[in-house]
């Protein structure tokens, strides 16, 4: 099975500074990956997705990722963070389940914006 | 469109007693899952539909714990009899899968179950 790791559980920044929230992945094969956030107390949405084509990734809200084969690295970027910005991140990654698919996150990255 | 809804939003249950969670996804989306969500151990897949039939359950923790999928437009997730370890935040999404491709998933707000 595919996997993520989410190497921070929490990352705190000021606002205004530049936000980075780090993820490997383990694939056997070229994987989709993805990052969603989670606001408190709501559902997940969806931030981006990388599925082969360009491997940097522009999302909502002035996100970006990008991806790197080499270090099987999908590292979630901001330049300038947002008191609003303060939730959960997660990394996500499309396993294959027979003729299925399923997505499999991480465990979470909790980013806390400063005033 | 209304997105994913679940019900009930909050459930505060006793121990034994049998909780059902519903979700209706976005009409359309042929692809339905149901997630757990603990502080322990993070988000985790029970079981994901493909045009409502069951492509894996092996996320589903034992058989207290049943879903189904009568039709395209309702899933429902069963505990049967709850235990206080079933305490979590249960969340539904769905997508529009195409050949290779899982599709964005969409959630809901998720359903908060106590069990006492």
């Known amino acids: 099975a595919q996997s993520v790791t989410q190497l921070d559980s929490h990352v705190s920044v000021s606002e205004g500074t530049p936000v980075l929230l780090r993820c490997n992945y383990s694939?056997?094969?070229?994987?989709?990956l993805f990052w969603y956030v989670q606001h408190p107390n709501k559902g997940l949405q969806l931030l981006l997705k990388?599925?082969?084509?360009?491997?940097l990734v522009k999302g909502i809200n002035g996100f970006e990722a990008e991806f790197k084969k080499s270090e099987t690295s999908f590292h979630l970027t901001k330049p300038s963070a947002h008191m609003s910005d303060a939730a959960e991140y997660f990394c996500?990654?499309?396993?294959?389940f027979g003729s299925g698919y399923a997505l499999n996150f991480g465990k979470g990255t909790s980013l806390l914006v400063t005033p | 469109d209304a997105g994913v809804i679940q019900s009930p939003r909050h459930e505060v249950t006793e121990m034994g007693q049998e909780v059902t969670l519903r979700c209706k996804p976005i009409s359309g989306h042929n692809s339905l899952f149901w997630y757990r969500q603990t502080m322990m151990r993070g988000l985790e897949l029970l079981i994901y539909f493909n045009n409502n039939v069951p492509i894996d359950d092996s996320g589903m923790p034992e058989d207290r714990f049943s879903a189904k999928m009568p039709n395209a437009s309702f899933s429902t997730l069963k505990i049967q009899p709850s235990e206080p370890r079933d305490s979590a935040v249960y969340f539904c999404?769905?997508?529009?899968?195409?050949?290779?491709?899982?599709?964005?998933?969409?959630f809901g707000e998720g359903s908060r179950l106590t069990v006492l």
């Open positions: 999404a769905s997508s529009r899968r195409t050949s290779g491709d899982t599709g964005e998933l969409f």
């Open positions: 996500v990654v499309s396993d294959r």
């Open positions: 694939s056997s094969y070229s994987p989709s």
């Open positions: 990388y599925t082969s084509a360009a491997t």
